[in-house]
C-alpha cells in the first residue's frame, strides 16, 4: 500500500507538461479512435527535447542512423497491386489488412528534419508494424502494439500517454477488461523488447519477402 | 496510431466515475508516499459493486472461501520476536524487511463484512506481499507489486488505478524512467498470474516455515 518511493519532489508543471495531462484526460473522455483527440496527444506529447533524445537513441542502431541520413519514404502505394503478389508476403499480407479493415495508407508531410522525419516515418509506417507483430485493430492488438512502441522507442511520451489512457479508462469504466489489457501490454512489451529495432526497416524493399521471414530477420516472435 | 476500436461510447460519468478519475489526477500531483492522497483513491475507487465482483471471484478459490467464512486477522505481531526466528524462515525475513525500512504492522479497523474483510486483509498483509514476491520498497518495486496485485485481483480498481497514477507520472514528468518502470510491470504480472491466489493466505501460521518453501507452494517465482 506504501508507494512510499523517493524523496517527496514537487513537480511545477511548466505549460507544455500541464497541456500533455489536459490532453490525456481529454482522450479518456473521447471515444475510441477519435483522431482529433489522437491528433491534440501527438502535439502536446512531442517536446523538442525528447524528440532529440528520441532521435539519439534511434541512431544508436546503424539502421536507425541510416534512415535518419536518407530519410527513406514509403512512397506511393498500390494496395491492389501488393494485393496480388504471392500469398504471404509482406506486401501480400499488409494489402490483405489494408483492405480488411478499410484502411489507406496515411498521407504525411514531408520529412525535413530528424524529428519530423521520426513522425512521419512512424506514422507512415504505422501499419507495417502491426502486420508484423500480428497485432490486429482491436482493443486489444492495439493495445498490444502500443506496449510494444514503447519497448521499441524507449522513450515515447505519446506512446505510453496512449497506453495509459486506455487502462485508465479500464480502471474508471471498464475494469472487467484489466486482465486482458494486461496480458496484452505484457505480450507486447516482451515482443518489443525481444525484437531488433523496427525504425527505419527498409520495407519497399521487401514487399516480395515472406512475412514469416521478415519476422524472423527482425527477431519479431509471434505465438 | 489508429487506436481505432470499438463502437463510440459516450461515458456520462456517473459521480463516482467522476471522483475516482480526480483521485488519481490529486494523486499524479501528490508527492510519492502522500497517504491521504492514497487514502483518498481507495475510497474513491471502491464501488460496492466492484467490491461485490472482488469478493465473489477470490471466493471461487477455496482458501478465498475459507477466508471470507472464518475472516482471519493477522494479529498482533511482535516483530523483534519474529526477528528471532532462524534465518530465512517467513517471519525472521518479514520482521527484517519491516525493521529495515522502518515500517510497523498497519492498524486496520474490524472486519464485520466481506467488503471490509478484503480491504483489511489486502492492507494488513501487504508487507507480506512484499516479502514473499521479493518486491522491495523502491518504486520498481511498488510497481512490479502493483502489476503482481493486479493480476491477482483482477477487478481491483484502486491497484490498476495506482499503477496507472504511476505510469502517467512517467509518461508526463520523467519519461527516460518509462523502460524500467514497464519492465517492472511485466514481471510482476507475469509473476502474478503465474502465482497462486496469495489472498487468504494464513500467515500467522507460516512465520517458521523458509520462505523459500512459501515461495514454492505459493507458486510465486522470484528469479
Redesign the interface.
Known sequence: ??????P????PDSEW?AS??TS??NI??A???DFTA?ADLATA?SDPE?LD?LVTKLAHHPQGKTAFEQRPRLGTIDLHQLKNLPDGTLGQRYAAHMLQNQ?KP?EVSPADSDATFFGTH??ET?DLWHVVTGCD???LG?LQLQ?FC??QL????FW?????KN??K????D??S??QY??A??KG??MG?TAKPLFGTPWPTLWETPLDQVRAALNVVVP
Not at 500500500?1 to 523517493?6: I, K, T
Not at 505510453?160 to 495509459?164: G, H, P, R, V
Not at 479500464?170 to 469504466?173: F, I, L, P
Request: charged share 15%; no cysteine; aromatic share 4%.
Open positions: 500500500m506504501s508507494d512510499l518511493v523517493r517527496n519532489v514537487s513537480h507538461e500533455l495531462l490525456i484526460l479518456v473522455h471515444p475510441y479512435g489522437i506529447s525528447t533524445l484502411l496515411l512512424i506514422t504505422h485493430t482491436t482493443m492495439e506496449a514503447v519497448a524507449e522513450v515515447s511520451r505510453l500517454a496512449l497506453l495509459t487502462l485508465l479500464s480502471a474508471v469504466y475494469i472487467q484489466a486482465t494486461m496480458d501490454i505484457a512489451w516482451l523488447r
